[in-house]
């Protein structure tokens, strides 16, 4: 019998459809090997557009007047408007700090972090280009910004960001990210100054140099520590890098690079020099990211965290081999490396091995069930943006804006196995089954009344025991928690 | 211990605690002693929180990080105006200080150094157990965190738990009887959940430190209570626009010294055989950086306070400033290696043997410092 893609659905994307007849895994890949041949037709999938409208038309009165959305600035970048912010001042001007205070944490803390929330989420459930919607994840995780205060506002253009440039090569990718506002912003490189720049000894800026975003680009983007790279070369990259500034003041979160900043003393990186004044700034960094880039520890990097993320917590080094040699010889295109690893995926043997992060997991919960995401969960009267998918995230402890460190949230099992967070799991589920209920959905009338028959429950890759078990012990009304909560559902 | 006891916490603030594993361990107890960890994470800067009295050197190096009000302690060294209460228990020879120590990592990497921070190895991800958990598991006692993850400092071959409140309501008991039916043949997720940890807890939205310190305190109080308590804050990462007398770093060492009084001001039973200490990944850079902030560096400093100290004191074998004297003319050497420290402690809160200590607890330490402040 030929095999469905119900496994890989659920290994390599967002899991499948219950009230939609299984396809063949030939198909799926065959699919999926399109959707990356043609990045473009993902790229341009803005969804994120009629999503906002969506949005703002169900915001009423003031929030309406202050929650306004997304804009694109002058250079086309997605921001969020001003209005919050004028608003803010505003209040601040006539003297009423509190109301100021509170407005500000309102916008700062909920809205663009609820939005991209949605987002995500919006996403995972209607794209037609579910691996690529995966990758896009994994990169964001990878590149992780999380500072709510500073460098959330511009955080929507950088997943954008990250989204168009991630099916192209890796220093493209990581050029993009570094030089980006929301990056500068989180890893503190938005005000370093070279020392011996014009704007130094002009006396116009008593800023230096700083090296928390240079030495994570060698830590966690590219080579690792294990490379061996020494504190010269940080000091080297964090000289690299400065320059960057963000322009802020017309709310729209520019990034220019400002030569006068730039130091231009002849820096020594991995052997290499980069020289050049401030006019050279810019081209030395692309120089710096490809030469970053060409190594085999950062391909290797790149591969062993994408065969983590998909298919075990601890890879086979063949596979990590297979990838790394495709990011070598294709000279960094990610594209091809993704081609690999879909080959690998698609001659894997069937086996739940892989824990999914509450995220994933929550995803493919109302994927499977055919539950669309707008109606989401109400946890809390007192607060309206918790009622939504963001709540949810909070709760099950990954809500994707607030990891607490640059090196994002956990790839293995280890960091999400505490009997607090499988707890989470069992709630969540439990309460999804109660309020799905309200939904018309066929699949839902169906579970309520007769369970689920054999033939749904393949679809779950269920040992016989747990089937044994689903089919004969447990009530209609419990088949949903139990379902997601089992070892092959909490697992892909 | 009912679990209901226990309440809240937030993502950025966390706690554990330790109890009598067994009736039998209880009996023995009331030896022993209670450790506080405070887990600092992002690299707590000691030039900061105990500044050497080497004003013209400092004032040079790191003008906008200077201190210019502080508290006195030594001869030697000063003390924060943030840590107000530290200071109040060092007037009643309650608290004390190492300085220039750390755990011997140079990488200036804080997952690699957190790693080993928490795991009490020399090397990143070469243990699979958490020293303060190897130390709990040689007195029998077994952890309960407060948070959504198990921290690695507390996990050991011995069972762990953890708890934090859940805004869901609690699932009805067929269906958690229906999972747990699932999970019985998985070798990982088999043993996991009982109906204690479903009790419904009403959530604490202030996530405050100082709220989680007094309910540590509280349940350490308590007869049979835990041992250890753990909680964990960050952000002392501040590479740029780090203050001094106030500003990011000050506010962080405010958090400190509020868990500090916290901590005491409910636990008067408890406290005079209780040592709270902190443990960060590594200090910062003895110059400041181009954005009035610090850099990832080497040695820091610790800081401990509770009735178990008798002697106030700030040991140190304090290694100097000047640009030759420091670790790759950036960073204060470490002079005291921090597992000697928190061995000590570990030594005289739970009579554990320095050569268990040295075999179990840190391997590869030499464990022969005596802190010298136990009375």
Redesign the interface.
């Known amino acids: 019998m030929e095999k469905t893609a119900d496994w890989i659905m659920r290994r390599a994307g967002f899991g499948f459809n219950l009230t939609k007849d299984p396809i063949s895994q030939k198909e799926w890949v065959e699919s999926t090997r399109e959707s990356l041949e043609k990045p473009e037709l993902y790229i341009k999938d803005t969804r994120f557009k009629e999503f906002d409208q969506l949005v703002n038309s169900k915001l009423k009165g003031e929030e309406a007047q202050y929650l306004s959305g997304m804009v694109k600035s002058a250079n086309g970048s997605i921001v969020y408007r001003r209005t919050y912010q004028d608003r803010n001042t505003k209040l601040r001007d006539a003297g009423d700090i509190k109301a100021a205070n509170r407005i500000w944490n309102t916008y700062i803390k909920t809205r663009p972090l609820w939005a991209s929330s949605h987002r995500r989420f919006d996403f995972a459930m209607n794209t037609d280009h579910d691996f690529l919607n995966r990758i896009w994840f994994f990169w964001l995780n990878y590149f992780t910004v999380a500072d709510a205060m500073v460098s959330l506002p511009c955080v929507p253009d950088f997943q954008e960001t990250i989204r168009e440039k991630m099916s192209g090569s890796m220093e493209s990718l990581v050029y993009s990210v570094i030089t980006h506002p929301a990056m500068l912003a989180y890893l503190d490189n938005n005000s370093s100054v070279g020392v011996n720049s014009i704007a130094r000894k002009k006396g116009w800026t008593k800023d230096g140099v700083n090296e928390n975003l240079g030495r994570e680009l060698l830590e966690l983007y590219t080579l690792k520590p294990s490379f061996g790279y020494t504190q010269d070369d940080v000091n080297g990259v964090a000289n690299v890098l400065t320059g960057w500034q963000i322009q802020d003041w017309d709310g729209t979160y520019q990034v220019v690079f400002e030569p006068n900043r730039h130091e231009p003393m002849s820096q020594k990186i991995l052997g290499e020099s980069y020289t050049g004044s401030g006019k050279m700034g810019k081209s030395k960094l692309k120089r710096l990211v490809r030469h970053l880039c060409s190594y085999s520890a950062t391909g290797v990097n790149v591969s062993f965290r994408l065969c983590q993320h998909f298919i075990s917590d601890s890879p086979n080094p063949d596979h990590v081999r297979e990838l790394s040699q495709i990011y070598d010889k294709d000279k960094g295109d990610l594209s091809k490396v993704y081609m690999g690893l879909l080959e690998i995926l698609d001659r894997l043997p069937h086996e739940n091995s892989k824990f999914l992060n509450p995220e994933i997991w929550t995803y493919q919960c109302f994927k499977t069930l055919n539950l669309k995401p707008f109606k989401t969960v109400s946890l809390n009267n007192h607060n309206p943006y918790a009622q939504n998918i963001d709540a949810v995230l909070d709760e099950m402890g990954m809500l994707h804006g607030l990891a607490a460190q640059p090196n994002g949230w956990p790839e293995t099992e280890a960091g999400w196995i505490s009997n607090e967070y499988l707890d989470r799991r069992l709630r969540f589920s439990s309460y999804f089954s109660g309020f799905v209920r309200g939904y018309k959905s066929e699949v839902i009338h169906l579970l309520n009344d007769n369970g689920l028959n054999k033939f749904q429950l393949d679809r779950f890759n269920l040992s016989p025991y747990n089937m044994h078990i689903l089919q004969s012990k447990v009530a209609n009304e419990n088949i949903i928690p139990a379902l997601f909560c089992s070892p092959e559902f909490l697992r892909s | 211990m009912k679990r209901r006891d226990f309440i809240k916490f937030s ?2 603030a966390a706690a554990a605690y330790t109890m009598g594993h067994s009736l039998s361990s209880f009996a023995g107890s009331n030896d022993i002693g209670n450790v506080v960890v405070i887990l600092c ?1 992002g690299g707590m800067d000691g030039l900061t929180a105990i500044q050497p009295k080497e004003r013209s050197r400092l004032q040079k190096i790191r003008k906008s990080c200077y201190i210019n009000t502080p508290l006195k302690l030594t001869a030697d060294f000063d003390l924060h105006p943030k840590l107000r209460n530290f200071k109040s228990h060092w007037g009643s020879q309650n608290a004390a200080a190492v300085h220039a120590t750390g755990f011997s990592y140079f ?6 150094g957190q790693n080993i921070m928490e795991l009490g190895a020399y090397k990143p991800y070469t243990m699979s157990t958490g020293w303060l958990g190897r130390a709990m598991e040689l007195k029998n006692l077994s952890s309960l ?1 407060l ?4 921290p690695i400092i507390v996990t050991s071959s011995a069972g762990n ?4 409140p ?7 008991k ?3 009887e ?2 747990k ?3 019985a ?2 070798p ?2 088999s043993g ?2 009982d109906e204690t ?2 009790s419904t807890m009403n959530p604490d939205p202030s996530r405050n430190v100082k709220k989680l310190a007094k309910e540590v305190a509280r349940q350490m109080s308590l007869e049979g209570g835990p041992k250890v308590g753990f909680i964990e804050y ?1 952000g002392f ?1 501040t ?2 626009t780090q203050g001094a007398d106030n500003g990011h770093q000050a506010k962080h060492l405010q958090k400190v010294d509020d868990i500090i009084r916290a901590f005491s001001s409910q636990s008067k039973s408890v406290w005079k055989k209780t040592v709270i200490v902190t443990v960060t990944e590594f200090g910062r850079t003895v110059r400041q ?5 610090t ?2 560096g080497a040695a820091s400093a610790i800081l401990m306070a509770g009735g178990l100290i008798k002697q106030p004191k700030v040991i140190a074998d304090w290694p100097g400033l000047e640009d030759k004297e420091l670790h ?1 003319h ?1 960073d204060l050497r470490e002079t005291i290696d921090a597992r000697d420290v928190y061995g000590d402690i570990l030594h005289h809160a739970f009579d554990i043997s320095k050569a268990q200590i040295r075999d179990v607890v840190f391997p590869g330490s030499k464990q022969k410092l005596d802190l010298g402040i136990w009375g």
């Not at chain 2, 990488?107 to 690699?112: E, N, V």
């Not at chain 2, 948070?147 to 198990?150: A, S, Y």
């Open positions: 993502t950025t994470r990488g200036r990497s804080h997952f690699d965190a948070n959504l993850p198990t738990a953890n708890y934090y859940s805004r869901f309501a609690t699932p009805p067929a269906k958690v229906a999972i039916e699932l999970w043949n998985d990982v997720l996991f959940i940890t479903m960050s990462d590479h740029a950086n181009g954005s009035q902030g850099d990832h790759e950036r």
